[in-house]
């Protein structure tokens, strides 16, 4: 969430902000009013409160007329007291509400506009020119069921559409994806996670989810437990409630999770395969900062994402996300899109996004440097998500014959294959 005092100080900042997003402008103003009342009824609780406790002093002294007229006066107050109570308990909770609506303040060199309107950073790799090259290209669903690694039907007849099995040299490819990612985030100094894929509505909650991304999140409402989209949920729980030494920081967590997501609104759309799907599996970059230090760590994982699509041999953008695309949690994002043959076009397989305070301020995540405590920074990364990662690199390395060149970071967990054989042959 945001901090109340930047609300309070430049409140045109803050409408600025959710005007670029896209948002309801007009819970700006209704927060402030919110707050004014969970200030002012505080400060009339603390006032009757005091005026009861010495009140409470002199009853015991006086006697007579002036003691009834103090014990009237007592009853009075105390129903006064618990009037402001309530008063205060009403305007602090309506207060949060309203607070939890409020998205990250977007950074200002964010592009303006919506999903369209993103603005390319960079071009790296060369799509290649398969007609040049004589043949006409695969999609990775042909070309996975040629290969015995992708099965959809029987996806769909066991758990229904968007729902697929990993078969064979499938799975091989995707242990190795895997392998591949956490060697490289390993190396770059981050703890290696396996994390829970259930959640509590807290940590949820506490990461942004459970706003304009809710109608995504699969809810198990007997256990009122979340299934995670991400493995940034549990991540960014893992230190709730938690005061974190400065020179602890940065902390940098490398998780391994199945990934749920309904999909809610994308009716009809990339439902040939396996880009968008129910249920997937994921390694995601974490890191705890300094807020001070944030921007210079969203650098740094970008870069990270970039070494790990350039060692996949695969041709991508890098997208500087607009306002209105950004999701509540985060100031600015990036994402890298790797072009897809069939398809004609970049398409997201990476994204990083710097939340500053945001999600820190939720889950009650603090550094300690000195005498001070406040809140710091989180981010988060993509470095493989499996399944948009088997669809790029099935028709970018595919040849004629068939068969699919393996890049050599691949191999190693391959067993040393170069190339990924139909069946058939």
């Avoid at 009013?33 to 009824?41: F, K």
Wanted: aromatic share 6%.
């Amino acid at each position: 969430m945001i901090d109340l005092r930047l609300l309070r100080e430049d409140p045109d900042r803050v409408r600025a902000s959710q005007r670029a997003r896209g948002e309801d402008v007009d819970v700006v103003d209704a927060l402030l009013s919110a707050d004014e009342r969970r200030r002012s009824s505080s400060v009339r609780f603390d006032e009757l409160r005091s005026e009861q406790k010495s009140l409470g002093k002199l009853i015991p002294k006086a006697a007579g007329d002036e003691k009834a007229e103090l014990l009237k006066r007592a009853g009075e107050l105390s129903a006064a007291v618990k009037a402001a109570d309530a008063e205060q308990d009403e305007a602090a909770a309506e207060a949060q509400r309203l607070l939890l609506r409020i998205g990250n303040i977007v950074h200002p060199d964010v592009p303006r506009g919506g999903e369209d309107d993103f603005v390319v950073l960079e071009t790296v790799g060369t799509p290649r020119d398969f007609a040049a090259e004589g043949f006409e290209p695969k999609d990775h669903l042909e070309l996975g069921q040629a290969l015995g690694a992708i099965d959809v039907e029987r996806g769909a007849k066991v758990s229904g559409s968007r729902f697929y099995y990993l078969t064979g040299v499938g799975a091989l490819l995707e242990l190795a994806l895997v392998n591949a990612a956490i060697a490289q985030a390993t190396a770059a100094g981050f703890t290696p996670m396996l994390t829970p894929a259930l959640v509590k509505p807290r940590a949820m909650e506490g990461t942004g989810f459970l706003g304009q991304a809710a109608q995504d999140v699969y809810h198990l409402e007997k256990d009122d437990f979340y299934l995670v989209g991400t493995s940034e949920v549990p991540l960014a729980a893992y230190h709730m409630d938690e005061i974190l030494d400065a020179s602890q920081l940065p902390l940098r967590y490398a998780g391994f999770s199945p990934c749920f997501r309904r999909e809610a609104g994308t009716y009809g759309k990339d439902t040939r395969g396996i880009f968008r799907v129910h249920q997937f599996d994921k390694v995601e970059m974490f890191s705890y900062v300094a807020p001070e230090d944030s921007e210079a760590e969203h650098a740094r994982l970008l870069e990270w994402e970039k070494q790990w699509l350039n060692s996949l041999e695969l041709p991508y953008q890098v997208i500087d996300v607009a306002t209105g695309d950004l999701g509540s949690s985060a100031s600015r994002k990036f994402d890298c899109e790797a072009w897809i043959p069939t398809q004609g076009k970049y398409r997201e397989l990476t994204s990083t996004s710097n939340c500053d305070e945001f999600q820190s301020r939720r889950l009650s995540v603090r550094m300690r440097d000195g005498k001070t405590v406040k809140p710091l920074a989180t981010l988060n990364g993509t470095l493989c998500a499996v399944p948009r990662t088997i669809v790029a690199l099935l028709e970018n390395h595919q040849q004629a014959d068939g068969t699919v060149r393996v890049p050599e970071v691949l191999r190693p967990y391959l067993g040393g294959r170069e190339i990924l054989e139909p069946l058939a042959r």
